[in-house]
C-alpha cells in the first residue's frame, strides 16, 4: 500500500540535488567511453530523483537515491565529471571562451586593469580562464571542495547592490542543462541580467561589452522536442542578448552572448517544435 497524502511531504527541489560537489579524486583509469556512460546513467537517475521530489513520493525518493549509491554514488559521478572535463581530453571549455574574449583584451595589456569573471559550476582553478592575466576570475559551485572555489548556489547569491558586485563575463558552462525543471532554467538565464556590467574595470576608460558565455550538450539543442536553435536564439534575445559566437562539435554546443540590450520579460512556454520519437525532452520556460 502506497503512502497517504498526510504521509507525502513534499520537498523543494534543490539545485544542489543534480550537481554533485567535486572532488580531489585520485587519477582513475577510466576510458572516455566508461566515463560518459557513467555520466549518462547519473543524469538519468538524478533527473527521476528530481521528479520524485517533486511529486512528493518519499518511498521512490529512497529507492532512487539506494539506486545512485548502488551506481558508486557521488564520488564515482564526480570522478567521471573532472575526468570528462580534464585537460588531457581536451575538456577545459574556458579556453574556447580565452579565445573569443582575447580580442576584447587586447586593449588591457599594460595595463593594471582586469575583466570581472563569473564562473558558475567551476570545476578547477587552473583552467584556461583562471590562468589567464587579464581576467579577475571568481568561481563558485554548488559543493566545492577545492580552495579557490565558492561553496555557493548562484540562484541564492545575493543580487548586486552596485558595479563592484557585478561582472564583465559569466560562465555557464555545462550547468543549466543540470538545473532540474525547465522554469529553473529560465530563471537561471533571468538571473543572469542582474549580474552582469558594462561598467569599465574601476579607474579604466575602455569600452566593455558584457557577455554570457553558454556550453550546453548539443543534443539539447539539436535533438530536443522543446528547445531548437531558433527557440534558444528567442529566449535569449527577449533577454537582450544578441549571439556574437558559437561553435558545435560533436558533443557540445558554444556560445558567446553579448548583452546589448533589455529584457522585454517576453515568456517562453514548453511546446513541442521539433517532434520525434528519439528525441529528449530539454527545455527552457521563460515566465
Not at 580531489?24 to 577510466?30: I, V
Not at 537561471?188 to 550546453?216: E, N
Amino acid at each position: 500500500m502506497g503512502p497517504t497524502n498526510k504521509q507525502r511531504r513534499k520537498r523543494p527541489g534543490l539545485l544542489s540535488r543534480t550537481r554533485p560537489p567535486t572532488v580531489q579524486a585520485k587519477h582513475a583509469a577510466l576510458s572516455s567511453k566508461a566515463t560518459r556512460n557513467l555520466i549518462r546513467s547519473h543524469h538519468r537517475l538524478l533527473k527521476a530523483l528530481a521528479q520524485a521530489v517533486r511529486d512528493g513520493d518519499d518511498v521512490l525518493v529512497g529507492k532512487i537515491e539506494a539506486q545512485i549509491e548502488e551506481n558508486g554514488g557521488l564520488e564515482s559521478y564526480q570522478l567521471a565529471s573532472k575526468l570528462g572535463q580534464s585537460l588531457d581530453r581536451g575538456g577545459d571549455s574556458s579556453k574556447v571562451l580565452v579565445d573569443w574574449i582575447t580580442p576584447r583584451l587586447r586593449p588591457m595589456e599594460n595595463t593594471p586593469y582586469k575583466l570581472r569573471v563569473l564562473e558558475i559550476g567551476a570545476l578547477s582553478t587552473k583552467n584556461a580562464c583562471s590562468m589567464h592575466k587579464l581576467l579577475d576570475v571568481t568561481r563558485i559551485d554548488l559543493n566545492s571542495q577545492e580552495p579557490g572555489i565558492l561553496k555557493q548556489d548562484f540562484m541564492k547569491r545575493p543580487l548586486p547592490h552596485d558595479d563592484s558586485d557585478r561582472f564583465h563575463v559569466i560562465s555557464l558552462s555545462l550547468v543549466l542543462n543540470f538545473v532540474p525543471d525547465a522554469a529553473g532554467r529560465g530563471e537561471m538565464l533571468k538571473r543572469c541580467i542582474h549580474f552582469l556590467t558594462k561598467s569599465p574595470p574601476s579607474g579604466s576608460s575602455l569600452d566593455v561589452t558584457p557577455s554570457l558565455f553558454l556550453v550546453l550538450p548539443v543534443s539539447c539543442v539539436t535533438n530536443s522536442r522543446y528547445l531548437t536553435e531558433s527557440r534558444l536564439q528567442d529566449i535569449m534575445s527577449s533577454m537582450g542578448f544578441a549571439l556574437s559566437k558559437t561553435k558545435q562539435t560533436s558533443k557540445l554546443i558554444f556560445q558567446l552572448w553579448d548583452q546589448i540590450g533589455g529584457y522585454t520579460a517576453k515568456p517562453f512556454k514548453k511546446e513541442i517544435l521539433n517532434p520525434g520519437k528519439i528525441r529528449n525532452n530539454f527545455s527552457i520556460i521563460v515566465k
